[in-house]
């Protein structure tokens, strides 16, 4: 147990090595209208709006393939930040790539599990570790809710969780307001 | 003293209710069976626990020890056993349990072993910043950022360190109690701060509705034989005590917009934080008590107690002649800053200056439309435009909320106690600072989940890459081997 725990430590620390590297390395090269809109995105990396990931998107709508409001983890939010740097006029999700959801993150029973690693291969952002009939696990921090591990388990030992408040991620909400309070 | 003094904008006349709970002495709340203490009662990283279940533990001794830079550590205020290690609740405004350790005390009040530094001069500053941080020191007016951050000069030049003894809060009287009963502790902390600091001017500022308390600073001072430490008296206006109003009052210096008062030579700590200091540095011991005001229409002898931390809210009622179930509105802090406590076996901790009690809740007037009287802007001692701030919170443009200077806010609730539309002003504010700081989060866990899938992406075609090559080359290895064999039976 403590060498596993130790190993994933170690894996994990090497992960955030090697992301720096790749920030660099690995950077696409890209139209700086991409990267404004990509930027803007929430990275969840779900494909909810058709496209294999935010980027892809991002690109799409660069070129007016994609509209503005496809992108659910996104939320009104998203959409209207979207319109703000392209100028244009906001409008609803579109409710046929889903609909706003609560934060949600994967966890995996980890006694069910058979290491069978479907769900690393499915992993957009490899925050699933865990090795060939090893018992697997999703690092909580790194893990975007996109949901994309849950449908390839062979034994449905994934679900998604919403992700607990703490104190520290608390907030206050604005105060409920009588009709006609405000001018 | 008459020395000069400048004018902060704004500000609000209130009444004091001090006096109620200033007649009687402080007195020490009873030991009380169980102390629950939060491994978060600082600002920064949650401390993290070095005792398990079933241990036993002496008064003093870390329980959990500090997380990083910005963090505290949490000491056993009495004796006794660890039973249990878990989320209970804690006096938060949001209601929620976080995690602490519980200890059932034993009566023997036993200290673990103390390491006392009498001789302060002999010491390096970052020795005595070190001893500061390891007695679990942070703010004791509420804020509760770490001592020890504050007393690091960082470089730059301390001209004046200022000890904040304003108390400007109605009800609260803690710091006034501390100052008439403990001046030469306080006073011994100050010279140490302020070697810490090698400041070369130290000033203490204290509203001019605490005589006594005045008077028994320059009683110390004079009883101490210590010069170079002035006591001024600032004229009582609500909220002189804020950081930034009171240099501006003594010194006639503004701490910039988003600035540190360290940025214009000036570190300012509060009083009962200074006394924690001298027992911390020459008595070896950490912070594990503090003066409490009990106060409130709800309380029958409202008073100050000396009140070992992790003590539930209820016996402090309870010993002040209230019954906790009758209490229906209970706030820690004061009547403008502070918040609801959701239950009363909510533990004190490190920020618990004063507890107001009531046995209701003071009636929410309905919020009205807004009329632009100006009276907001004109009461904001922070030179604030509370009507616009209020205007752009409320339309969820939080980016025009920050150009108006949102975080210069210092949630004083002079503008909504002045509104005659009685809007919750302070409550939008907290709202869009609270929606501002979790974007901020959001984009830097997106920009980590970009990185890691752009790594990912990255990794997947290398693999593809070197499959492709291993393949190409079993593929030529394979023909090389076949060539010959064809042609050999020819
Ligand atoms: S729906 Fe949104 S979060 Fe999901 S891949 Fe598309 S842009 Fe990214
Ligand atoms: S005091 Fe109230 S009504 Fe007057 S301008 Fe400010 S927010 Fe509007
Ligand atoms: S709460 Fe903020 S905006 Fe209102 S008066 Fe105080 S500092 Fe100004």
């Known amino acids: 147990m403590l060498s596993a725990i130790l190993a994933f430590t170690a894996l994990a620390a090497a992960f955030g090595l090697i992301l720096g590297f790749a920030a660099v390395r690995f950077k696409v090269e890209g139209d700086p209208l991409v990267d404004k809109i990509d930027a803007l995105l929430p990275q969840t990396q779900c494909g909810q709006c058709t496209y294999p990931g935010c980027r892809p998107y991002a690109e799409a709508i660069a070129k007016g393939e994609a509209d503005i409001n496809q992108c659910p983890p996104g939320g009104e939010a998203g959409i209207i930040a979207l319109a703000d740097l392209l100028g244009r006029d906001p409008k609803p999700l579109n409710a046929r790539h889903g609909a706003v959801k609560p934060k949600m993150v994967a966890v995996i029973d980890e006694p069910l599990c058979i290491g069978c690693t479907l769900c690393i291969q499915a992993c957009p952002v490899d925050a699933i570790l865990g090795a060939a009939k090893q018992m697997h696990t999703v690092i909580e921090q790194e893990c975007t809710g996109c949901e994309l591990c849950v449908a390839p388990c062979p034994v449905d030992c994934i679900r998604m969780a919403p992700v607990q408040q703490d104190i520290r991620s608390w907030k206050w909400q604005a105060p409920l307001e009588a009709a006609g309070s405000h001018a | 003293m008459n020395a000069k003094l400048w004018r902060f904008p704004g500000g609000l006349h209130l009444s004091g209710h001090k006096t109620e709970s200033t007649r009687l002495p402080t007195q020490r709340a009873r030991l009380p069976k169980r102390l629950t203490l939060p491994l978060h009662q600082h600002i920064g990283a949650e401390a993290k626990p070095v005792v398990a279940v079933g241990e036993r533990v002496l008064k003093g001794q870390v329980i959990a020890r500090a997380e990083g830079y910005v963090s505290a550590p949490v000491h056993a205020s009495s004796s006794g056993t660890v039973i249990a290690a878990g989320d209970f609740p804690v006096p938060h405004p949001s209601g929620l349990s976080a995690p602490c350790i519980v200890i059932e005390t034993d009566g023997a009040e036993q200290w673990c072993e103390r390491h006392p530094t009498p001789d302060y001069t002999a010491q390096d500053p970052s020795h005595l910043r070190n001893l500061i941080r390891e007695a679990g020191i942070v703010g004791l007016g509420g804020a509760g950022f770490p001592s020890f951050i504050k007393l690091n000069p960082l470089g730059k030049t301390v001209d004046t360190l200022i000890l904040n003894a304003a108390e400007c809060e109605p009800y609260i009287t803690c710091d006034d109690m501390l100052m008439r009963e403990r001046a030469a502790e306080i006073i011994h902390g100050i010279r140490i701060m302020r070697h810490a600091l090698h400041a070369a001017h130290c000033i203490i500022g204290i509203e001019d509705n605490k005589p006594e308390a005045y008077a028994a600073l320059v009683r110390a001072l004079r009883e101490l034989r210590i010069d170079g430490i002035q006591v001024i008296q600032v004229p009582t206006r609500y909220p002189a005590g804020g950081e930034k109003q009171l240099i501006h009052v003594l010194t006639g210096r503004e701490v910039p917009s988003n600035g540190l008062p360290v940025h214009i030579g000036i570190v300012c700590h509060n009083v009962a934080t200074a006394a924690a200091v001298h027992r911390a540095v020459q ?163 997106a920009d980590v989940a970009r990185a890691r899938h752009e790594f990912r992406l990255a990794r997947l075609a290398q693999e593809k890459a070197e499959r492709e090559a291993r393949h190409a080359q079993k593929k030529a290895e394979l023909a090389g081997k076949n060539a010959p064999r064809e042609t050999a039976p020819h």
């Open chain 2, 283 to 445: 008595l070896g011991e950490p912070l594990i008590s503090r003066y409490v005001t009990i106060t409130g229409p709800g309380v029958p002898e409202p008073r100050n107690l000396e009140v070992l931390l992790g003590t539930p809210m209820a016996e402090l009622l309870q010993q002040c002649g209230a019954d906790p179930s009758s209490i229906g509105h209970l706030v820690m802090g004061g009547p403008m800053m502070g918040f609801s406590v959701h239950t009363s076996s909510a533990p004190v901790v490190k920020t618990t200056n004063c507890l107001l009690a009531a046995e209701h809740a003071p009636a929410v007037q309905a919020a009205m439309p807004c009329i632009r009287c100006g009276a907001c802007a004109e009461a904001c001692p922070a030179n604030l435009l509370p009507q616009q701030l209020y205007w752009h919170a409320h339309a969820k443009e939080f980016d025009k909320a920050q150009n108006y200077n949102l975080f210069d806010c210092i949630e004083c609730g002079c503008c909504a106690a002045v509104c005659p539309s009685h809007i919750p002003l302070v409550q939008y504010y907290r709202y869009a600072k609270g929606e501002i700081w979790t974007r901020e989060r959001e984009k830097q866990k």
